[in-house]
């Protein structure tokens, strides 16, 4: 797998899935394309598409699932 950085964003490939682990509180903004995030012991899941942004709020690992070509930032 490869994930391409540039200066705060990151990118994904279709189909790349991203683990994070134990980053409650952080938001996930996407700039580009779709992503599907899931939360370790959440009963629901979010997609993000551009534009859109999500809080994390569990500790534990959140996968976060590219649609297609995605950009993001973590902060």
């Not at 899935?17 to 899941?45: F, H, Q, Y």
Request: with cysteine; charged share 25%.
């Amino acid at each position: 797998m490869r994930i391409e950085l540039e200066p705060g964003a990151l990118r994904l490939a279709r189909g790349q899935t991203l683990k994070v682990v134990d980053a409650v509180g952080s938001t996930i903004r996407c700039s580009e394309g779709s992503v599907w995030i899931t939360e370790e012991n959440m009963p629901r899941d979010v997609v993000l598409e551009a534009g859109a942004s999500y809080r994390l709020s569990r500790k534990g690992l959140t996968l976060v699932h590219a649609f297609g070509d995605a950009t993001l930032a973590l902060a």
